[in-house]
């Protein structure tokens, strides 16, 4: 497999720095020198320091969970790329759907956020995935398409292999709803599809594909057993160390 499995904690707006240190602390423990699958975790930005100093020397990667596209200025209450960077994120979440939804963000306003990233040396996650009813409307892959052709624009062949892309059905996001093996599998292989056209078969071939919605220890590994699966962007089962371990266990079982 050329595609190596990587498993992204998504902590959203819980723990303070306090409360992330012990979670940071036993990931580093149990799987701080893991190498066959990418480990990253997200903690909101006031514990990214704090998680940081803990990650160091490890093999567990830190992202953040936003940023804002220009480089500073008057943007009050926004955080910079670079910002990031000096902090050691290697890694940043762009266009996860609580922010498409809660804060209006756009593909177009996401698309410049992912050069932006990219520009400074950071991973982007671009989040993608249907709302419910975009998928009873049997729009799912249409809508999909338009956020992953928007959010790469302007991405060039050398830097799209740094990209991660995460499909989450909002609808399967926090509410135990997981889609099917089968409904994720073909998102997946659609989007593969569309990054081949878009970059060619050899470079579609590295770009890693996450899964997110619900994924648990029980329906992991089915998932990660599909062939354009990726790994996993973790919401609630990323704030236990106990779940996250698991799912990095199944993720290397899945290599
Ligand atoms: C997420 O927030 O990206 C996510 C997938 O959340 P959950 O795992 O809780 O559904």
């Not at 209450?77 to 922010?99: P, Q």
């Not at 959010?151 to 892309?165: A, F, K, P, R």
């Amino acid at each position: 497999m050329i595609r190596k499995k990587l498993i992204a904690g998504n902590w959203k707006m819980n723990k303070t720095a306090t409360e992330a240190a012990p979670l940071a602390q036993e990931i580093v423990a149990a799987a701080g020198r893991n190498t066959d699958v990418d480990i990253v975790v997200c903690p909101p930005f006031t514990a990214l320091e704090t998680v940081g100093k803990i990650v160091d020397g490890s093999s567990i990667k830190l992202g953040a969970q936003n940023m804002h596209p220009e480089a500073g200025g008057a943007y009050t209450g926004e955080i910079s790329a670079a910002m990031l960077r000096d902090l050691f994120a290697t890694h940043v979440i762009l266009g996860h759907s609580e922010r498409r939804s809660y804060f209006g963000e756009t593909d177009a306003f996401i698309n410049k956020k992912v050069t932006a990233s990219l520009k400074n040396q950071l991973k982007p996650i671009l989040c993608v995935g249907e709302t419910l009813a975009e998928r009873e409307a049997g729009t799912t892959l249409k809508v999909v398409q338009t956020q992953v052709e928007v959010g790469l624009e302007g991405v060039s062949n050398d830097d799209i292999t740094n990209v991660v892309i995460a499909y989450e059905p909002v609808w399967a996001i926090g509410t135990g709803k997981v889609a099917t093996t089968e409904q994720a599998q073909e998102v997946h292989a659609f989007i593969r599809e569309l990054l081949t056209k878009l970059y060619g078969e050899a470079l579609a071939q590295k770009i890693r594909i996450l899964y997110g919605g619900s994924m648990k220890p029980a329906n992991a590994p089915e998932l990660l057993a599909q062939k354009d699966i990726d790994g996993g962007l973790i919401g609630g089962a990323a704030l236990e160390s106990r779940s996250f371990l698991e799912l990095i266990n199944a993720a290397a079982a899945a290599k």
